[in-house]
């Protein structure tokens, strides 16, 4: 059976819009008889085990949500003027379940980073006791590994809802596992068309897969 270069893999995997479908797509096209997509993925993921071995990390169901933007923009259609804008892509994903939302905002501005929570805790029908932010300005102001500073209407939001924030430690992308879920969980979003206006897109987006 021809083995892939997962190095080479890796690396691919990093890039906007690339995902393990697209890349084992590419690699049947080399070999018609090569692994099928799951046992592709299994050696993939044994490959970046023995690369960077880590401690497994065990989520409580309920217990932390995982938010954060894509960093891949979804163009939008106004259906009226044939004008088109770029939206962001807002993602959660609930640690042990790996449920996820996901929705298109205009911008990463902290009134639609907290209007995102609110549809988020919405959608779930409920609060975790944690809500894991990587970091963005709109809802850390000082990223620390002992004490960060949560921006404070965001803080606001969170205490209403009676759940912790908890930003990502910076520098320590292994306690950051879910964020490259996120990505992964984003970049199928761009398989939408692109004449939807903003809101038939989220209808589509906060659909788990």
């Given at each position: ?173 292994k306690l950051q596992a879910f964020f490259s879920?996120l990505m992964i969980y984003s ?23």
């Amino acid at each position: 059976m021809p083995e892939p270069d997962w190095s080479v893999i890796a690396v691919e995997l990093k890039k906007p819009g690339v995902t393990l479908t697209i890349l084992w797509e590419e690699y049947r096209g080399v070999h018609p008889d090569g692994y099928g997509f799951s046992r592709f993925c299994d050696l993939f993921r044994g490959f970046e085990r023995r690369l960077t071995p880590t401690m497994r990390q065990v989520h409580v169901a309920g217990d932390k949500v995982f938010v954060d933007y894509s960093g891949k923009k979804l163009p939008i259609v106004d259906r009226k003027t044939g004008e088109i804008r770029e939206a962001e892509i807002f993602v959660g994903v609930l640690g042990a379940s790996s449920y996820a939302f996901a929705e298109a905002t205009w911008s990463q501005t902290l009134p639609d980073w907290i209007g995102s929570h609110v549809r988020m805790f919405a959608f779930f029908g409920g609060v975790p006791r944690l809500i894991v932010p990587d970091n963005l300005k709109s809802g850390v102001n000082k990223a620390s590994f002992y004490d960060p500073e949560i921006n404070r209407s965001f803080g606001i939001m969170a205490a209403h809802y009676g759940v912790g924030v908890l930003p990502a430690r910076p520098k320590r992308p292994k306690l950051q596992a879910f964020f490259s879920y996120l990505m992964i969980y984003s970049n199928d979003l761009g398989t939408f068309g692109n004449n939807r206006c903003l809101p038939d897109r989220n209808s589509s987006a906060a659909k788990p897969t």
